[in-house]
């Protein structure tokens, strides 16, 4: 089933049972207050673990809404194995926006990193997963994304797994690597900052690979934006 | 020759003649104030139409630059038979971002119009154009884009030219659609605006399909950098 013309609501599996949903906070406030959704209407709602209720609203009370689930429908994360590993940027706004898109993109697993040419900034996790859940919601998608920081970007040796690290120089572009073999294997995307990644880095990296994705020198922001692009349409329902 | 770690210059060709390039007010500033470039130094310079000038400092002065030409190259438009046509947006910040990405990832030709539902806001193609050669200049290309606004979006019947008309509800997706045969046409590419295109909007464009970008719900904005990124992978240079 395709979802369109509506909106989804967020909860967590502890506001979920056999029958009902309770929303809260936010979720609640939205659904009543914003939304003007009243008693009987049908929404949906997702436990950010990849299922979609459809539930019918059978109290709507001061502090929270009580919904009676109706039917239950489980989605696949296509994009689960593919980790974007996105450096902080400069520019707050820029770098929030990438998180946007590729959430609504259907990205799910980041990593947030401080490159060595990154500009120093705080780490704004809480924030930044809020971004992710709106995105999720908007796009009416049902997988809470993931999203941790490390300081320096280094993964645990692993003979299933595949660095591509995005560089304007790479010989080789994006459409020669992903083969279907290849998407079945863990794929880390690596971006760089705006100065780009240092040749130390850039060696530093396992079983890697240097792609470029278009001819254009990209901002970092969009070198994200353009691989969660090409990752969403490749996997679409055929 | 692939462009990188350097920067840009515009002039345009009336200040360009067989031996010599003239840069002034923004352009000359940015030289000399912001990238501290002095006499002897060799600097990269596009007249939006296609060539690239690779020429020398030979004059600093308080109001211009004089550049002495040494080489000059000349690109292929890859994307000109392919207008986006672009609702204008409720918000101006999300509108601004897409054009901007278009504009990086070498999209050159833009129709902005006013959708049935659109946002009813100003036009500001004085403003557009600066951020399209900004984005022009930044991601080291060689086309100045091509920007016009229209009340309505209609489009004068020509056997040549197809309409393709973005829609997450298409059966259709844009990998299939997109052969061989089909880059060489003349296509626009139609986005709607965040409430859709309604069914008149829809039927009022002959020759025209509908293709779906991905499964997830994409805002208005999120579906223009897409197919953006798109284009711009397919037309990298093998």
């Known amino acids: 089933m ?10 967590i599996p502890d506001q979920i049972d056999d029958s009902n949903i309770i929303l809260i906070n936010e979720e609640a406030k939205h659904l009543h207050q ?3 959704r009243t008693v009987g209407d049908i929404v949906y709602v997702t436990d950010g673990m ?8 059978s109290l709507i009370s001061k502090s929270n809404v009580i919904l009676k689930i109706q039917s239950k429908q489980t989605q696949n994360n296509k994009l689960q194995h593919i980790p974007f590993c996105i450096p902080i940027l400069k520019s707050s706004d820029r770098f929030e926006f990438a998180l946007e898109k590729c959430g609504e993109l259907g990205i ?3 990593i947030i990193y401080s490159a060595k040419k990154s500009y120093k900034r705080g780490v704004k996790l809480e924030r930044w997963e809020k971004i992710l859940i709106a995105a999720m919601k908007q796009s009416l998608q049902s997988f809470k994304p993931n999203i ?15 660095n591509i690290i ?4 790479a010989e080789k572009s994006f459409s020669d690597i992903l083969t279907d073999n290849e998407k079945s294997k863990n794929i880390n995307f690596i971006f ?3 100065g780009g990644l240092t040749q130390n880095e850039i060696v530093s990296f396992d079983n890697s690979k240097l792609l470029k994705l278009t001819d254009n020198r990209l901002r970092a922001e969009t070198a ?7 990752l969403s349409t490749i996997s679409v329902k055929k």
């Open 2 to 11: 395709i979802y369109s013309n509506t909106e989804f609501y967020y909860a």
């Open 224 to 230: 994200v934006i353009s691989a969660a692009s090409l």
């Open 50 to 57: 990849g299922h979609i209720y459809e539930s019918i609203i």
């Open 34 to 36: 914003v939304m003007r």
């Open 108 to 110: 799910t697993n980041f």
């Open 166 to 169: 995005f560089d304007q120089l």
């Open 192 to 194: 760089g900052p705006e």
């Open 148 to 162: 941790t920081f490390m300081d320096k970007l280094t993964f645990s040796k692993s003979g299933n797994t595949l």
